[in-house]
């Protein structure tokens, strides 16, 4: 499969990278890359490199059918679903080090899987040449380390984050939620509601990261059954944590509850500095 889009005048291209167990929040991302462009395509990959444990890889949720249905009721155009040799047909040589981005949250935690994402999203990049690619803000992270990717690159593709979709109650839909149980399913916007917390504190005025840390995790830690692995706050850009809040920042989290990891992350904006009215200025 190749395309090229309007760089060579022909139609626009959107791609979205997925790897399958479609749901709403992917859905999202169709809408948007339908609106977008001319050529939608979807593939749908679960990606072996990404990975950090066997069993993780081996519980994935792979609903290939459902997952092309939903792309043929949202007038997706193409469907790309490589086997694993078709995008590894031999050992890689070459792999992408994503460097300093990864060294904090879900990088510090899953050793190799930024790795895996930079690779297989380049590779994906070469084979559908879109003009666009659309990756959803719930991986804050992942989504910092494809705009650098393409930038210190030179790709000639345009990245759009688009909006996390939620439930109800404030859970970022993600595929890994089917696995949960019920009363782990009640327990899981926790994290949600810690991050809240954190905005909060941030929009109030807030800025130690130190306080700010402490009434979120708070939150984590006085419900059963749920286990704390990050709560950070970061520059949006680096994804460095920072221990003054003098900017807008990305609070950011990731929780197991029961077996299954979930992440989520809230953009948060300090209040705004008042204008010097007087002229003096810092005198």
């Given at each position: 499969?190749?395309?090229?889009?309007?760089?060579d005048g022909?139609?626009?291209?959107?791609?979205?990278?997925?790897?399958?167990?479609?749901?709403?929040g992917?859905?999202?991302?169709?809408?948007?890359?339908?609106?977008?462009?001319?050529?939608?395509?979807?593939?749908?990959f679960?990606?072996?490199?990404q990975?950090?444990?066997?069993?993780?890889?081996?519980?994935?949720?792979?609903?290939?059918?459902?997952?092309?249905?939903l792309?043929a009721?949202?007038?997706?155009?193409?469907?790309?679903?490589p086997?694993?040799?078709?995008?590894?047909?031999?050992?890689?040589?070459?792999?992408?080090d994503?460097?300093?981005?990864?060294?904090?949250?879900?990088?510090?935690h899953?050793?190799?899987?930024?790795?895996?994402?930079a690779?297989?999203?380049?590779?994906l990049?070469?084979?559908?040449?879109?003009?666009?690619?659309?990756?959803?803000?719930?991986?804050?992270q992942?989504?910092a380390?494809i705009r650098?990717?393409?930038?210190?690159?030179n790709?000639?593709?345009?990245?759009?984050?688009?909006?996390t979709?939620?439930?109800?109650d404030?859970?970022?839909?993600?595929?890994?939620?089917q696995r949960?149980?019920?009363e782990?399913?009640?327990?899981?916007?926790?994290?949600?509601?810690?991050?809240?917390?954190?905005?909060?504190?941030?929009?109030?005025?807030?800025?130690?990261?130190?306080?700010?840390?402490?009434?979120?995790?708070?939150?984590?830690?006085?419900?059963?059954?749920?286990?704390?692995e990050?709560?950070?706050?970061?520059?949006?850009g680096?994804?460095?944590?920072?221990?003054?809040?003098?900017h807008?920042?990305?609070?950011?989290?990731?929780?197991?509850?029961?077996s299954?990891r979930?992440?989520?992350?809230?953009?948060c904006?300090p209040?705004?500095?008042?204008?010097?009215?007087?002229?003096?200025?810092?005198?």
């Amino acid at each position: 499969m190749e395309m090229a889009g309007a760089r060579d005048g022909g139609p626009r291209v959107g791609l979205v990278p997925t790897m399958g167990a479609l749901h709403a929040g992917h859905r999202r991302l169709i809408d948007v890359a339908r609106a977008e462009c001319d050529v939608v395509v979807v593939s749908i990959f679960v990606n072996p490199a990404q990975f950090d444990r066997e069993d993780d890889l081996l519980k994935y949720p792979r609903t290939l059918e459902s997952d092309i249905q939903l792309c043929a009721s949202s007038g997706v155009d193409v469907v790309f679903t490589p086997p694993t040799g078709e995008m590894y047909p031999a050992p890689l040589n070459c792999t992408i080090d994503v460097g300093r981005i990864a060294d904090h949250l879900c990088g510090s935690h899953r050793p190799g899987h930024f790795r895996g994402v930079a690779t297989v999203v380049m590779k994906l990049l070469q084979i559908a040449q879109p003009d666009r690619a659309y990756f959803g803000q719930k991986d804050a992270q992942q989504l910092a380390v494809i705009r650098h990717l393409v930038s210190d690159l030179n790709v000639p593709v345009e990245i759009v984050g688009v909006p996390t979709v939620r439930e109800a109650d404030g859970l970022a839909i993600s595929s890994r939620n089917q696995r949960m149980g019920p009363e782990e399913r009640r327990a899981a916007p926790v994290l949600y509601e810690a991050l809240e917390v954190a905005r909060q504190q941030i929009t109030s005025g807030v800025t130690s990261v130190a306080q700010i840390r402490e009434a979120a995790t708070g939150i984590i830690e006085q419900r059963p059954g749920v286990k704390l692995e990050y709560l950070e706050i970061v520059d949006p850009g680096e994804m460095h944590p920072v221990e003054h809040v003098e900017h807008p920042v990305i609070a950011a989290g990731a929780i197991w509850v029961g077996s299954t990891r979930l992440i989520d992350n809230l953009l948060c904006a300090p209040p705004p500095v008042a204008p010097d009215l007087t002229g003096k200025g810092g005198s």
